[in-house]
């Protein structure tokens, strides 16, 4: 089981440009969360998906969006790059209120 | 915005002496989870606690949830080199959306 996995491992991007980044669940998970980590504080709660749809939202913009395939497999896109969209996204899955499971994170940073 | 805080922000032991950390949270929870990551990569799952537990073992681990003080302690025993990393709490309300508080950054020196 390979567990969580996220592409690509480090970006760099520049202002205005637009990024996606990509996670697989972990084998059997169908829920997939997002979350964004500045340097020195906790991860921050971006959104979840279960069932390709959006079901919980935390407080980013729109430029933040997401998407979930048939095979749970997981993206996230940000529209309009800020210096301050430099970060660490992490993706996790569960299973139904089972346990989370992170994924190494991709290292964005906007120059 | 975190959900609460971690105390102390910073901690610094030698190998093998037992390591405390505590959590504060603000809203009820269904379960506390508590993560290690080692140098800003990826979190690692150590425990989960659900709010109708009072205490959990695991290996070297013990945690604790107090539910009226909406409080938690992680305890390390016999720490190791190994064991330096960050350690967050994350407590989930509603679906397994996890509001994280900002860490202890512990220090297990050799």
């Known amino acids: 089981d390979a567990g969580v996995t996220q592409s690509p491992t480090h970006l760099i991007k520049t202002r205005g440009q637009q990024v996606t980044l990509r996670c697989s669940p972990k084998s059997g998970h169908d829920t997939v969360s997002w979350y964004q980590q500045a340097l020195g504080q906790g991860p921050q709660f971006i959104f979840q998906?279960?069932?390709?749809?959006?079901?919980q939202r935390g407080n980013f913009p729109d430029r933040f969006s997401g998407h979930q395939f048939p095979n749970y497999s997981s993206e996230l896109n940000v529209n309009a790059l800020l210096l301050g969209d430099s970060a660490l996204y992490l993706c996790?899955?569960?299973?139904?209120?089972?346990?989370?499971?992170f994924g190494q994170g991709t290292r964005l940073t906007v120059v | 915005s975190q959900q609460g805080e971690e105390d102390p922000q910073a901690l610094s032991i030698q190998e093998g002496e037992n390591a405390t950390m505590n959590c504060s949270y603000k809203t009820s929870i269904n379960n506390l989870q508590w993560y290690r990551q080692n140098s800003g990569r990826g979190l690692v799952h150590l425990i989960l606690i659900r709010s109708n537990e009072r205490e959990k073992h695991s290996g070297r681990l013990r945690v604790t949830l107090d539910t009226s003080k909406k409080s938690s302690s992680l305890l390390i025993t016999a720490s190791r080199a190994a064991d330096t990393a960050s350690y967050f709490c994350?407590?989930?309300?509603?679906?397994?959306?996890?509001?994280f508080g900002q860490g202890t950054e512990l220090s297990v020196k050799p």
């Open positions: 998906y279960y069932e390709e749809e959006e079901r």
């Open positions: 994350a407590t989930d309300a509603k679906g397994g959306k996890l509001i």
């Open positions: 996790a899955s569960s299973l139904k209120g089972t346990l989370t499971f």
